[in-house]
Nanobody, 126 residues
Framework: QVQLVESGGGLVQAGGSLRLSCAAS????????MGWFRQAPGKEREFVAA????????DYADSVKGRFTISRNNAKNTVYLQMRSLKPEDTANYYC???????????????????WGQGTQVTVSP
């Protein structure tokens, strides 16, 4: 059974940085796609970034492009989201997600994720 456990959230001032981690377990993640999503109070959950497990192909939401970086350490079964130049509008609960994929250089995709973590809160103060 796939388990995803996020960590690294917290309170930071605008302009600051945080790095989120997602520890994945429960199976071999060959060809899986790993994503980060976020949900702010009163808003729908939105895509943030995604990466393929086997190939360094990534995708980012326009709102975070150039500020956030998704990466992974396959040996540690961990996916990271490095967040820089944080803004108050980045405040949200951040979720790690996973879905099976195939070996391809196509963008990872923003929908169809079936496995989710519990989330970690990120709060950016003005």
């Amino acid at each position: 059974q796939v388990q995803l456990v996020e960590s690294g959230g917290g309170l930071v001032q605008a302009g600051g940085s945080l790095r989120l981690s997602c520890a994945a377990s429960g199976r071999t993640f060959t060809n899986y796609i790993m994503g980060w999503f976020r949900q702010a109070p009163g808003k729908e959950r939105e895509f943030v970034a995604a990466i393929r497990w086997n190939i360094d192909v990534t995708d980012y939401a326009d709102s975070v492009k150039g500020r956030f970086t998704i990466s992974r350490n396959n040996a540690k079964n961990t996916v990271y989201l490095q967040m820089r130049s944080l803004k108050p509008e980045d405040t949200a609960n951040y979720y790690c997600a996973a879905r099976p994929g195939v070996e391809t250089f196509a963008p990872p995709g923003r929908t169809g994720y079936g496995y989710w973590g519990q989330g970690t809160q990120v709060t950016v103060s003005p």
